[in-house]
């Protein structure tokens, strides 16, 4: 059966801080794969999304970035962190035209 | 483009009684429609789909929510509140041709009285 695997479960940061959060999936061969981003009361914003390695597409304009080093590996990243992107972070995977199944979730407070 | 309201943010109910928890959608196409459901601190589960089969769908936990075109709708029931449904509660959408790219509502918690 397939899992997804995300972490840390927690991280509180310093503001200027570099961020790297992992996801993996096992089970599957060539899932999709995408980052969101929950803020309080604010519902769930997808930040980035990929159908294969190497293949990024962002939703919104931000401080983040996303890498698939690898067929089954999202990373996501940012080089300094601000206030703003305080929230909890989930990855998720799929396969075409499924369900979408989330991983537990990284909540990150920058401070 | 493809959009979710769920009205009002919280809901409250007694053990025992309904839930309703309500879903409106906009779509070009042909929907796929979903129910999820998050507890404290975790991440999404999968509560039931709607994808073009069935118009009323079955899901876990005694849940289920109908699909209704004329109304734009996928409202999600169950007959008897139980202490361990109290949780946050989102919608999505995604386009049926689309590769799984779901637009969520911004959620409704669900709070039960005992």
């Known amino acids: 059966s397939q899992t997804i695997h995300q972490w840390p479960a927690t991280l509180v940061q310093p503001v200027g801080s570099p961020l790297s959060l992992e996801c993996t999936v096992e089970?599957?061969?060539?899932?999709?794969l995408y980052w969101y981003r929950q803020a309080a009361g604010r519902g769930l914003q997808l930040l980035f999304y990929s159908v294969g390695i190497g293949q990024i597409s962002s939703e919104v304009p931000q401080n983040l970035s996303a890498s698939r080093p690898q067929d089954r590996q999202f990373i996501l990243s940012s080089k300094k962190l601000l206030l703003s992107d305080s929230g909890f972070y989930l990855c998720?995977?799929?396969?075409?035209?499924?369900?979408?199944?989330f991983g537990a979730g990284t909540r990150l407070s920058v401070l | 483009a493809q959009s979710v309201t769920q009205l009002g943010s919280h809901v409250s109910v007694s053990e025992g009684a309904l839930v309703l928890l309500r879903c409106n959608y906009s779509s070009s196409v042909p929907p796929y429609l979903f129910w999820y459901v998050q507890y404290p601190n975790q991440g999404l589960q999968l509560l039931l789909k709607y994808t073009s089969a069935a118009t009323l769908v079955k899901g876990i936990n005694g849940f289920e929510a109908e699909f209704k075109k004329s109304e734009t709708s996928f409202h999600l029931t169950k007959p008897s509140a139980h202490m361990s449904d109290a949780a946050e509660y989102f919608c999505a959408v995604s386009e049926s041709g689309a590769n799984s790219k779901l637009t969520f509502g911004k959620g409704i918690t669900l709070s039960v009285r005992p």
């Open positions: 089970g599957t061969s060539n899932p999709n």
């Open positions: 998720a995977w799929s396969v075409l035209r499924a369900s979408l199944y």
